[in-house]
């Protein structure tokens, strides 16, 4: 139950949050040197999206908000599960980043 209580604020924030679709400038220092996009830009606002039920518009800003956001509140949770999801979703990102600076 505490755990519940802990992540519920989390997730009101994430509901209520509302980050531009496309800001003005962007935090990412890996896009500031780059021009490219790093694994995790646009999470922030797919999680937010996703927090809401636009599923669609999450997955268009990165497209593993769906995986980010269970890492996220896996954090909560004890389960036995939970360092396998954080290792493949670490590895995952990881792949993503590649893919998106390759391709």
Known sequence: M?????????????????????????LCPFHWLTG???PLCGLTRGVCAFAK????????FNALTPLGFAMLFALFWHHPLTGRLWSAGIAL?????VWRVVG
């Open 2 to 26: 505490k755990r519940a209580a802990g992540a519920a604020p989390l997730f009101a924030i994430l509901y209520f949050a509302a980050p531009p679709a496309h800001p003005a400038w962007t």
């Open 53 to 60: 039920g636009h599923w669609r518009e999450a997955v268009g």
């Open 36 to 38: 490219l996009d790093c």
């Open 93 to 97: 990102f990881a792949l993503y980043g």
